[in-house]
Each structure stands twice: as structure tokens, then as C-alpha cells.
């Protein structure tokens, strides 16, 4: 069965860190783009950032550039995002979805073109 885990939210200070990863099992992510995304209550999803083990290419959302990195382990069949100085406009369910091929050259794939997606998990960011 094919299924994607993100898991390492919770509740944070601003300011602080978490390690987000998303586990694939059923596949292998080798040759996949891997994309994270986020939404807030009442807020559109946002694709965050995007890894592509098709071209090597990889994005991040503005909102996040510098705070964020994005990085894969295929050993472990795992992409990470180290989100670092949180901010409260971070708090957000994330999730992670893959889709095989494609780039993220110019932004994460459409969420809803992907092939699998995952269960979010919460970031909270607290004042």
C-alpha cells in the first residue's frame, strides 16, 4: 500500500524550530518531486517548498526563503523541512504530496496534479 506520513509538528514559540518529515512507504521517491504544503484556517493552501529528485531542483515560497531548507535522505526514504525561526503566519497544517517527474523550477507542482498525498501535521506557533 502506498502511503505518505508527514509527522514532527506541534506546538512551538516563535522564533523557534521544528524538523518536519515526510515518510513514503509502498515507492521510492527516487525520481519524484516532493512538495510541501501548507493551510491556515480560512487561508488557500500554499505550496511551500518542493524537492525534485528528477532534475535536482528545489523551491522555496518567499514566505519562507531563508527559514526553510528542504532535504531528502533516500536511505530513509524521507524528505525533511528544518523550518527555523517560526513565525505566528507560520502556524499551518502541513502536508506533503508526491508527484513522479516534473521539476520544481517554477514552484511546487499544482496540489492537485500530485500522485500521492500525505496526512498533515500541525505546526502551531505561539507568541
Known amino acids: 500500500e502506498v502511503q505518505l506520513q508527514a509527522s514532527g509538528g506541534g506546538l512551538v514559540q516563535a522564533g523557534g524550530s521544528l524538523r518536519l518529515s515526510c515518510a513514503a512507504s509502498?515507492?521510492?521517491?527516487?525520481?519524484?518531486?516532493i512538495g510541501w504544503f501548507r493551510q491556515a484556517p480560512g487561508k488557500e493552501r500554499e505550496g511551500v517548498s518542493c524537492i525534485s529528485s528528477s532534475d535536482g531542483s528545489t523551491y522555496y515560497a518567499d514566505s519562507v526563503k531563508g527559514r526553510f531548507t528542504i532535504s531528502s535522505d533516500n536511505a530513509k526514504n524521507t524528505v525533511y523541512l528544518q523550518t527555523n525561526s517560526l513565525k505566528l503566519e507560520d502556524t499551518a497544517v502541513y502536508h506533503c504530496?508526491?508527484?513522479?517527474?516534473?521539476?520544481?523550477?517554477?514552484?511546487?507542482?499544482?496540489?492537485?496534479?500530485?500522485?500521492?498525498w500525505g496526512k498533515g501535521t500541525l505546526v502551531t506557533v505561539s507568541s
Open positions: 504530496a508526491a508527484l513522479y517527474g516534473s521539476s520544481c523550477l517554477r514552484g511546487p507542482p499544482n496540489y492537485y496534479s500530485m500522485d500521492y
Open positions: 509502498g515507492f521510492t521517491f527516487d525520481g519524484y518531486t
